[in-house]
């Protein structure tokens, strides 16, 4: 019995012609009972929120303390508070919010905007400022401005901004593209390098200066690709790099910086999942998924009939769509299916190379949960797995060959498929799908088990 390569990790790459390995809609995660690492399916989405207006959700937020952690969603230059519309913004960039305890602060690469729990209203800025985001830090409201080295500040716990409260990033010429305030530290992404500023408590004029000997030599690829994560940030550089805490520590893979490279839009967001958080790179026709703490295990999540995954932001529980009206939450633990009556298409492969001897597979088996199934009758009643082959690195396939996933309560189904030829260099590459609404896990590929696998 061979337990053949099943990489727990998502792996493409477009040199060199190497098979590649998708990881789509599953994730890896250590299971001590099998002492190895596992995959498993994604949760289904669900809708929680539509709103009128037709178009994609821009950003959703919602910060503990605030409101009542209430959710709020920017739809068009709408904003809502619970589904509730509460004003209007401007402004076209990556949208910012930051909140003290009673005020909300928004921006878009334009006005700044306060909500107060009422309303929403414009907030005076110098002149020709254009806020491009927006932190609060040390009790104060901090305003990056558009295309300039430039920060701004409020006195402490006020909401208005002094044309003469700024500092320029003083390191390097560059301009700002982001910023966050992280524990009692400033981070100022420029185009090609960081700052980081600390808390200043001698001067009450001065509130930050820069931390002498703490400056970066890379910048972030634009506003919005950089994000906290866990107990630290992760941004991706302008070199494409996508890197955790410090420039040294990159857990991009060459593949995913070649997508980012050609990709018009680069964007990091952080999500809940099983009480886990993962760090998502969005790019323009695809999402990469990574647990942070452990940052070699990537997966790409997607949505059948779109050309990128739904969900491209998140906020306490609800993501907001990239490609309608809507907000949309993970839902019942036990439903495997998306919106839309959308299939949740999890994918994997499995490779066996051989060198320049030909081998033949009489029987490939799955180690997974069969059973598992909550319809008792219906199209869903005895669900599949899907399995098709390809003799050349992944050029060409067969047709799929479905098997059962066993009925409800048959646990001891056996995952298996019979007879599947000869194979030879460069090896035999298989490709499984499921597609029904059911949990599914897999722990191990089998080829040649004795007797069938009986």
Known sequence: MADILTLPTEYERSRGDLPAMPLINMFAEQS???????????????????????????????????FNNDVFAV??????????KVGVIDGDDKVSFASFADMTFICAGNSLWLYDGIMISAIPLPDNFKALKVEVGSSRLIVLDAGTQRIYWSEPLTIGVPALNFAEAESSPDNLFD??????????????????????????????????????PKGV????????????????TQTGQLCIAKPSNIISTPELEIRIAASTLTKTWTFNMDQTEYL????DRETWIVNPLAPSLWS????????????????????GSSHTSRTLNFGNKNDYSDPDDNLLERRFRAWLPTTTDSAVINNLSLKTNPGGTVFETGQY?????????????GHTWNNWRATSMGKRGKYREMVRWLGCGLFSYPGILFEFRVTDPIPFRVSSVYVNEPYGGF
């Not at 790409?300 to 609800?318: D, I, M, Q, R």
């Open 179 to 216: 910023m966050l305030f992280l524990g009692d530290t400033l981070i100022l992404f420029g185009e090609d390098t960081t700052e980081f500023w600390m808390v200043w408590t001698a001067d009450p004029d001065i509130p930050f200066v820069p931390i002498v000997g703490r400056t970066y």
């Open 280 to 283: 998502a790179v969005t790019l």
């Open 300 to 319: 790409k999540f997607e949505t059948v009939g779109l050309s990128n995954w739904e969900p491209h932001c998140y906020a306490n529980g609800h993501f």
């Open 221 to 236: 690829i634009s506003t919005g690709a950089a994000t906290r994560v866990i107990s630290t940030f992760a941004w991706i």
């Open 381 to 393: 009643s005895n669900p599949i797995v899907e399995m098709r082959q390809s003799r050349d690195g």
């Open 75 to 84: 739809v068009g230059y709408n904003v809502y508070r619970n589904a509730i």
């Open 32 to 66: 001590p009972t099998d002492n190895k690492l596992i995959l498993q399916s994604r949760p289904g989405l669900e809708i929680d929120s539509v709103y009128p207006e037709g178009v994609p959700v821009r950003a959703v937020y919602s910060e503990a303390g605030v």
